[in-house]
């Protein structure tokens, strides 16, 4: 599977099931400002609570075959097995599609990440280990402090003025591939 970066902002990401998973799944598209609906005759406190201040829609009953026709990303996240792959059926194969009891079922499988200003880690084991990616995400991190992210603001403003210069291409590219070096640099200003 391919790791790339997607702006959900505003696309609709409808999940299947209401547990402790669909909930973490939630909480992340949540924060990202996708528009949310939960399909499923129970739900835990928190997305009920989310649902009574309008955050997101909460429908209440159980899948039906037209349920995920608008969603962008539709997330199977119950409990039953053929529940699950039975919204795989309902999914059109250029949806992504995201079943939480078995990686290998969808074409999309979530990833554990950490996210600071523009700068994100994100760790996938491909269904090997999720506990072990959410480990190694935390470790990763440690080096990467506010400064560094602060830095990085630094570096990306100093881009896009390079960018924008008159300057001729070759020189551009040189002074690009220097700014990767300059962290120090910019430390000391
Ligand atoms: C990374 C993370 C992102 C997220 O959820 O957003 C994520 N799972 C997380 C946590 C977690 N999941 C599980 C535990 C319990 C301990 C353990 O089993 O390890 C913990 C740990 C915890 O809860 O602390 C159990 C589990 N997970 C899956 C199955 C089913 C199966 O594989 O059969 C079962 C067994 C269910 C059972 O008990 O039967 C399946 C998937 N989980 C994935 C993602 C995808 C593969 C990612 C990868 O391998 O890298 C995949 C394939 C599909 C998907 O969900 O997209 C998130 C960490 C978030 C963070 O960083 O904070
Ligand atoms: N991917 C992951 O990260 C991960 C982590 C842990 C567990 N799991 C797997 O995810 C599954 C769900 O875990 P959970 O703890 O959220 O379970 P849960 O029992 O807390 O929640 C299941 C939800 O599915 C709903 N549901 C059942 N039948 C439905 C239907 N026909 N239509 C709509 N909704 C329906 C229920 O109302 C309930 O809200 C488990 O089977 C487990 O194997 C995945």
Redesign the pocket.
């Known amino acids: 599977m391919l790791p790339i970066m997607i702006d959900v902002k505003d696309k609709q990401v409808t999940i299947i099931g209401g547990g ?2 669909a909930l ?2 939630l ?2 598209f949540l924060e990202q400002g996708a528009n949310i609906t939960i399909i499923s005759p129970e739900v835990v406190d928190e997305i009920r609570a989310l649902h009574e201040e309008e955050r997101i829609v909460w429908i209440k009953r159980e899948v039906l075959p037209d349920d995920v026709n608008e969603a962008f990303i539709v ?1 199977a ?1 119950t409990n039953k097995r053929s529940v699950n792959e039975q919204v795989k059926k309902y999914s059109d194969r250029n949806q992504l599609l ?7 079922c ?1 074409n ?7 996210q600071k200003g523009t700068f994100t880690i994100a ?12 480990k190694l ?2 470790q990763l991190s440690q080096p990467f402090d506010d400064s560094f992210i602060e830095k990085l603001a630094i570096i990306s403003s100093k881009r896009k003025e390079i960018k924008a210069s008159d300057l001729p291409e070759w020189e551009k590219r040189k002074l690009l591939r220097e700014l990767s070096y300059k962290l120090e640099v910019i430390e000391n200003e």
């Open positions: 402790k998973v973490r799944k909480s992340v997330i996240a995201c079943v939480v009891d078995d990686g290998d969808g999309m499988q979530m990833v554990s990440f950490t760790v996938s084991t491909g269904g090997a280990s999720p506990f072990l990616a959410k995400t935390s």
